[in-house]
Structures are given as C-alpha cells and as structure tokens.
C-alpha cells in the first residue's frame, strides 16, 4: 500500500496540483499556530497545552507561538511514538505507526522542519494507550457531547488517565482536534 504522504506527491505531481504537506511544510505549520494564537486571546492565563501528536505540525504551531512562554507538552499513543522517538535519538528517525488513533497519528516520523520547533519549544512528551483514548472519546461524547476521532482525543486522555499529571493550581487547556470521525464505535450512554 503507497503511504499516504507518498499518494499526494504523486497526485500533485500527476495533475499540476499544489502540493500542501500534511504537516512538515512552513505554511501548514504557520496555520497550525494560528490556533495558538486564538488560544492565547481566549486564555490567556494558561500556563501548559496537551497536544496530539501525529507528524507534529499541529504541536509545532502551537509551541512556535507561545515560544517558551507556556508548556507545550505533546501527547502520543504508544503505539506512535514519532516525537518520543525523535527527541531520544536527537533527530527524526522511524518509529511504530499504528494504534486506535493510526489514521491521524501514526506517521512513520516526525517532520524535519516541525523537529527543531518541538525540540526547542515542546521538548516533552506524554505517550497513552488507546484504552485511554478510548476512554477519552466517549467523555467527550457523554459530558460535553463532542464526537472526536482517537487522535482528537489523545490529548485529553493524557488527563484522565494520569499520564499527564497537573501540579497544584496548573492551568490547562486540552486541545481537542482532528477530523477523521465515521460511525461512532461506542455506548453513548
């Protein structure tokens, strides 16, 4: 099967079209801050971001507009750890793609303009499991009735599961993204 990333190239390459990168292109990485940024106007108090990562434009954005300011901690499943691998090896390098939330988290690695951005400004990461991301998608569903795909949940089961642990009065915000929702796979009760 051609990766994903693979089929746009060519596609773009067959039919003239403009080529956006998912992730690891200045523009999408630009756009991607720009939800820093309207964070920022709307909470400005926050002192640490929770962010999925999958090929880490989303967290790059984010940490490239608060540049230091707050934590930027990025949330990973186990079974795709791309930002976790790359800052122990110190350079994108491969990592295990696949998991609950594979479909949006779960390139082979990390990016190499959206690398020295996390490592400078989101140098931590949190990794779950996809029990908890799945735990996390049906608390969506039932207290605020959000239907989120497993990666749009990854961040908030950071919190619930206590892989991500708040210290006293720490204020945070949950980013909750991604747009890969089909038939929701769980009770709604």
């Not at 940024?37 to 984010?62: F, H, K, N, R, Y």
């Not at 930027?72 to 939330?101: N, Q, R, Y």
Request: net charge negative.
């Amino acid at each position: 099967m051609i990766e994903p990333i693979a089929a746009s190239e060519a596609w773009a390459q067959q039919t003239g079209a403009m080529p956006v990168h998912a992730f690891d292109q200045n523009e999408t990485i630009m756009g991607q801050g720009t939800i820093g940024l309207e964070l920022d106007q709307q909470a400005p108090d926050v002192d640490t971001v929770l962010v999925a990562v999958g090929g880490g434009g989303l967290v790059a954005g984010i940490a490239a507009w608060y540049a230091g300011r707050i934590k930027v901690i990025g949330v990973e499943p186990f079974a795709s750890p791309t930002l976790t691998k790359a800052l122990e090896a110190g350079h994108p390098v491969d990592a295990e793609a696949g998991g609950l939330a594979a479909d949006s988290l779960a390139p082979r690695r990390v990016g190499e303009r959206v690398f020295p951005i996390a490592r400078k400004y989101a140098p931590r990461t949190v990794l779950v499991t996809d029990d908890a991301i799945a735990e996390a998608q049906k608390t969506l569903w039932r207290a605020l009735r959000i239907v989120a795909e497993p990666g749009g949940a990854a961040a908030l089961s950071a919190l619930l599961s206590g892989a991500y642990r708040p210290e006293a009065g720490e204020r945070i915000a949950v980013i909750i993204c991604g747009g890969n929702t089909t038939a929701v796979n769980f009770d709604t009760r």
